[in-house]
């Protein structure tokens, strides 16, 4: 009897069916969607790199064909404030390192560097050198930056000045701190200003709140300042912490996460600034295992539309050292699974999505979405069933029932993201698919087969089921 009423209660617990009114126009807490929302970082000195793999230009193209809009590149990270830029050097990037899988502790820069950058095809943020105090070197690329890059949408002075320390080269002996780093970000800005434009992305911040540096740097430097960037990884693998992947992916997990930088970016808007999350992604340090994992492509599909619905109006993936980057898209000869949730929640948001809302209050493991047209009219709804499946067990399903549609009866057509379990990985041969059998060849061109299934209205509604660790996108 008991073990009957258990059985029972599970039955229960798998047929419940969630119901779900879709608002016909966009209702309130709805925000407008970047074109470029989906945006990818790269670190600086293996940036020329990137530009001779043939998967950089496929994927990032995939991901422009579906929403009618190229993906922004912010080229910078660590090694930004280890470069020096030589005007008489003759290749993109010098250094020298001991292993492949190493990113140079320095290296020298020539303006071919910003021939690659001018020809991607999107907006291109450059982010140079403040660590190493060398203003009148980081002037000299940023000119050169400006002059031969038509695409050049902002320069960053300085990468994550929170880690910076009193024996930086920038903090001339005499400490650091998020003030002096406010003060120091001020007369860099004014001093360049006049030579570039009003062109800086400033704070760059990992740890430190950039609604500080917005409330204090004085009316001219933020009068230079276009664009505020913060960067965030919520789970970090260094100096060994441990990586959760249940954690990374849990819908609620991922909506408290994203709250913390809501207020940021209400203050930047305020002040007329795009509030961007700069650099991005999974897990700190190698990635803890959990960062090129299906999991993570969920993550990528939640945490991306949660982050705009707080306001971030775009968010820049970073990817690392080519062949030792754990929660990269792509690779030489990979397409890893992370950019399946790049690419599905693109489809998602379409050519056409101008509008996103969220459908579900962020308290469960199942988020429901929907995305509207410019004229505010809704075309599709995104159903994500976070709850962690790592094929121990059975494969729990969640029903979801639309209610409100515009049409009475007929059928819709749905498109599922699936893998046989979270912690799957392309890299692998795990069978991560889009429509049952679209995937991405090694260098990231579309291949195989996506089909959409059929899903019956009736009575202005329809439902849908989606197991445990997977995505389905429902056409209006
Ligand atoms: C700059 O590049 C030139 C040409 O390759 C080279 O001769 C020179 O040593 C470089 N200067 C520095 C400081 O690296
Ligand atoms: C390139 O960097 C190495 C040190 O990593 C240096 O020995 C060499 O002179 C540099 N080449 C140029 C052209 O600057
Ligand atoms: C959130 O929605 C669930 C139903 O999905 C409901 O049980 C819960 O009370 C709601 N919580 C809040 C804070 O509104
Ligand atoms: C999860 O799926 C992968 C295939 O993608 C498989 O290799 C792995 O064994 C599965 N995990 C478990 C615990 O069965």
Not at 413 to 437: E, F, H, M, W, Y
């Amino acid at each position: 009897m008991a073990r009957f009423s258990v059985i029972l209660a599970t039955l229960v617990w798998l047929c419940h069916v969630r119901a779900v009114a879709v608002p016909s126009s966009p209702p309130s807490g709805a925000v407008s969607v970047d074109p470029s929302l989906v945006s990818i970082s790269i670190e600086f000195f293996a940036f020329p790199g990137y530009t001779q793999m043939s998967g950089t230009n496929n994927c990032l193209n995939n991901l422009a064909s579906l929403r009618n809009a190229q993906p922004a590149i912010r080229i910078g990270g660590t090694t930004q404030d280890r470069a020096t830029y030589n005007a008489s050097l003759a290749s993109a990037v010098n250094y020298t390192v001991s292993s492949p899988l190493d990113a140079p502790t320095s290296l020298t820069y020539g303006p071919s560097f910003f021939s690659l950058a001018s020809q991607m095809q999107g907006q291109v943020t450059v982010g140079l050198n403040r660590q190493l105090n060398n203003q009148a070197n980081s002037l000299s690329a940023a000119q050169r930056a400006k002059s031969s890059m038509g695409n050049l949408y902002a320069i960053e002075l300085g990468n994550e000045p929170d880690l910076y320390s009193s024996s930086s080269p920038i903090a001339s002996g005499t400490g650091w701190s998020n003030s002096i780093d406010i003060q120091n970000e001020a007369k860099w800005f004014t001093a360049l200003a006049p030579s570039l434009g009003n062109i800086f992305q400033g704070a760059v911040y990992l740890s430190w709140n950039t609604q500080t540096l917005i409330s204090s740097i004085g009316s001219a430097a933020l009068n230079t300042i276009k664009t505020i960037s913060r960067h965030s990884y919520p789970q970090s693998a260094c100096g060994g912490a441990s990586t959760n992947l249940p954690n990374l992916m849990s819908h609620s997990g991922i909506v408290s996460y994203v709250s913390q930088y809501k207020a940021e970016a209400t203050a930047a808007h305020n002040d007329g600034k795009k509030f961007f999350l700069g650099e991005t992604n999974s897990a700190t340090c190698g990635g803890g295992g959990i960062s090129p994992t299906f999991g993570a492509a969920l993550w990528i599909i939640d945490y991306v539309l949660q982050s705009a619905l707080i306001g971030a109006d775009r968010l820049y993936f970073h990817h690392g050292t080519i062949g030792n980057c754990a929660y990269c898209w792509w690779g030489q000869n990979n397409v890893y699974s992370p950019y399946y949730g790049a690419v599905f929640v693109s489809e998602f948001l379409g050519a056409d999505g101008a509008k996103i809302a969220a459908l579900d209050n962020g308290s469960s493991a199942i988020a429901t979405y929907a995305v509207y047209s410019s004229s505010n009219t809704p075309l599709r709804l995104l159903v994500l069933n976070s709850n962690y499946f790592d094929s121990t067990g059975s494969r729990s399903s969640a029903s979801v029932q639309f209610t409100g549609l515009a049409t009475a009866s007929g059928t819709k057509q749905a498109k599922r993201l699936t893998a046989p379990n979270a912690t799957s990985r392309t890299d692998q041969g795990a069978a991560v698919t889009i429509g049952g059998g679209g995937t991405f060849s090694s260098t990231c061109a579309r291949q195989g087969t996506e089909n959409t299934e059929s899903v019956a209205v009736g009575g202005n509604a329809l439902t849908v089921s989606v197991l445990a660790s997977e995505a389905l996108i429902v056409y209006l």
